[in-house]
């Protein structure tokens, strides 16, 4: 048997290393907190607020793989993420039955839809560099939510589709309770998606940290490089962008699956890749943890921002003025987003490990 190269020893330490530091703790406090959730806080808004973390979380990781690791600019993340609400809605409510079946045949959709679409998109515009590709992806996402406007006998157009769910996920279900909580259907959902979502982020920390994926940040440093060394990058960012929609459109089913309507503004308006986009930028590009901290951001702001005019007439029942100002709840978040970029550049877990590793270089040296 030889002997274990330097390069395996450091592996060795660093796996020793990985479950004595405070992040892999914060990590597992992260987890434990959104599987007690429901029973931390069992108002629907709270339970509703904590599931969007995580399905937006997902999301926002997805982007960050086109993104953050291989500089992929695209606006058209949301229009898959769309595609698989839409096939949800499709197969359980407009075009078929509630049931368990049409719940996997309505996710194998999504994902054979957005792999072919992806592909497609790849190979039409991915030669056409920085904002051209960009602005490509967003035309296509508005071609999609216009022609989900205008095919209303298909779509259902802006009145939407109405989900229904087969058996466990039905709101009416109830399993009893544990520790004080009913067990409803809206509990079994909220685990399902927890569940999938969890999958689906370590199957992208999985993607991001193999050979694979430190290829595709060596063509987001630097392409021609890259190239220089023998990689095909055009095939590379083809498999990133596929692999990111294909996630999206996994997510947008699950976003269905938990709100059991759909209509086009809600699923496929460049709104949805703007606040992806903000998210990522609060949590920091590259970093797929910082998507929990770009999603708690701003789905906490839209939860509680526009609550702040009633909590100021109820302190400062005289304090007309403060009441306008709280009344723009827009312009206060516009204010803390910028106080974020201004404080933490690189997004707030991108500076974190910018600090951390100036650190241990500091202690090495």
Request: contains cysteine; charged residues 15%; positive net charge.
């Amino acid at each position: 048997m030889s002997d274990p190269t330097p390069a395996s020893i450091f592996r060795e330490l660093e796996r020793r290393k990985r479950f004595l530091s405070g992040g892999f703790w914060i990590k597992i406090g992260l987890l434990t907190l959104f599987l007690l959730a429901p029973f931390l806080f069992p108002s629907f808004k709270s339970v509703d607020l904590m599931i969007k973390i995580i399905i937006f979380a997902t999301l926002v990781a997805s982007f960050d793989i086109l993104l953050g690791y291989t500089g992929i600019i695209s606006f058209g993340h949301g229009m898959f993420f769309g595609i698989g609400a839409y096939c949800l809605g499709f197969f359980l409510s407009k075009y078929g039955s509630p049931s368990y079946l049409n719940i996997i045949l309505a996710f194998s959709a999504a994902i054979v839809v957005s792999f072919l679409l992806a592909l497609f998109i790849s190979f039409l515009s991915l030669r056409i560099k920085a904002i051209f590709f960009a602005m490509i992806t967003l035309a296509l996402a508005e071609f999609s939510l216009i022609l989900a406007m205008k095919l209303s006998r298909f779509t259902g157009g802006e009145d939407g589709i109405s989900i229904s769910l087969p058996g466990i996920f039905t709101v009416s279900t109830d399993f009893g309770r544990i520790l004080g909580l009913d067990i409803t259907g809206r509990i079994v959902t909220y685990y399902f998606i927890l569940l999938i979502c969890l999958g689906l982020f370590l199957m992208m920390l999985r993607f991001t940290r193999s050979p694979l994926g430190r290829v595709l940040q060596a063509i987001r440093d630097n392409v021609q490089r890259a190239e220089a060394l023998g990689y095909s990058t055009f095939i590379y960012q083809i498999i990133s962008i596929t692999f990111g929609c294909i996630v999206a459109s996994v997510v947008g089913g699950l976003y269905a699956l938990w709100v059991r309507y759909i209509n086009p503004e809600s699923c496929l308006s460049t709104v949805i890749v703007l606040d992806v986009l903000i998210m990522v930028i609060i949590g920091g590009m590259g970093t797929l943890y910082g998507s929990f901290i770009g999603a708690a951001f701003l789905q906490m702001a839209q939860t509680f921002l526009p609550d702040l005019q009633k909590f100021a007439k109820t302190l400062f029942p005289h304090a007309d003025l403060l009441h306008n100002a709280m009344e723009r709840w827009l312009l206060i978040f516009g204010i803390l987003f910028i106080l974020i970029v201004f404080f933490f550049p690189r997004g707030v877990m991108g500076t974190i490990q910018e600090i951390t590793a100036r650190r241990k270089a500091g202690r090495a040296s």
